[in-house]
């Protein structure tokens, strides 16, 4: 039985995807595939300049892409991705959890991979008082406000 994480690829949906600050800062040069996909299950909300993606209905959809890591970069890039991400296994106190979800593909294909979600405290506040982002789509939806 081994404890280490699956090597899945992440789902990201913010400043993560390609083309944005945190994708160059974190991601750039250290991936080996990288192409568009939804999850499904799952609400976007707009932060502060960033979004919060929580579980929401099953018809709920989030846009952002999937990247995968080279594997010689791997651990390194999912160390610093939960360190962004204020991610610590079995922490009562993260801001986020990185869970598996199901990613689908632009051919209709889906993907296991690793999502960061707003954790419980954080999404009932987002659920009771924050702004939604209109068809789960960052990039088209607030983040025109956001992009440096």
Request: with cysteine; charged share 25%.
């Amino acid at each position: 039985m081994t404890t280490e994480p699956e090597r899945l690829p992440f789902f990201v949906y913010g400043t993560l995807r390609p083309g944005q600050a945190n994708h160059a800062r974190i991601l750039r040069g250290r991936t080996a595939r990288e192409e568009p996909a939804r999850i499904g299950g799952a609400l976007l909300y707009d932060g502060p300049g960033y979004p919060y993606a929580i579980t929401g209905p099953p018809d709920a959809v989030v846009h952002g892409a999937l990247v995968l890591p080279r594997d010689a970069d791997y651990d390194e890039v999912c160390a610093t991705l939960d360190r962004l991400e204020d991610y610590a296994p079995g922490d009562p106190q993260n801001l986020y959890e990185r869970v598996v979800t199901e990613a689908e593909c632009p051919d209709g294909g889906t993907v296991r991979a690793w999502v960061y979600l707003a954790a419980a405290p954080l999404a009932a506040r987002l659920r009771a008082t924050g702004t939604p982002v209109d068809g789960g789509d960052w990039l088209r939806g607030t983040a025109a406000t956001h992009s440096p």
